[in-house]
């Protein structure tokens, strides 16, 4: 059975930084791309970013490029999303999940519970 377990979610002020892990379970973690999801209370789901399997290609949705970073390890089966000046419009409940395609509109096979993320001053 494929788990995937986001941790790393908290409260902290516009600024601040703030770093999100995904955990994998299973023999799947080094031939999935992994991504991040975003959803506001009252909105639909939003992409945030993705990185292949290898870690050599991702992708970063425009809100967050400059300001959010992908990256992973594959002897941790884990991934990580670095969030750096942090706004507002950043407070959302953040998912991670696992896909063998590639794409923003890539359809994925797995999905972690989420971890909340709480921006205010």
């Known amino acids: 059975q494929v788990r995937l377990v986001e941790s790393g979610g908290g409260s902290v002020q516009p600024g601040d930084s703030l770093t999100l892990s995904c955990w994998v379970s299973?023999?799947?973690?080094?031939?999935?791309?992994i991504g991040w999801f975003r959803q506001a209370p009252g909105e639909g789901r939003e992409f945030v970013a993705v990185?292949?399997?290898?870690?050599?290609?991702?992708d970063t949705a425009d809100s967050v490029k400059g300001r959010f970073t992908i990256s992973r390890e594959n002897v941790k089966n884990t991934v990580y999303l670095q969030m750096n000046s942090l706004k507002p419009d950043d407070a959302a409940v953040y998912y991670c999940?696992?896909?063998?395609?590639?794409?923003?509109?890539?359809?994925?096979?797995?999905w972690g519970q989420g971890t909340q993320v709480t921006v205010s001053s």
């Open positions: 990185i292949g399997w290898s870690g050599k290609t991702t």
């Open positions: 299973g023999d799947i973690f080094s031939s999935y791309n």
């Open positions: 999940a696992a896909t063998r395609d590639w794409g923003r509109a890539a359809s994925y096979d797995f």
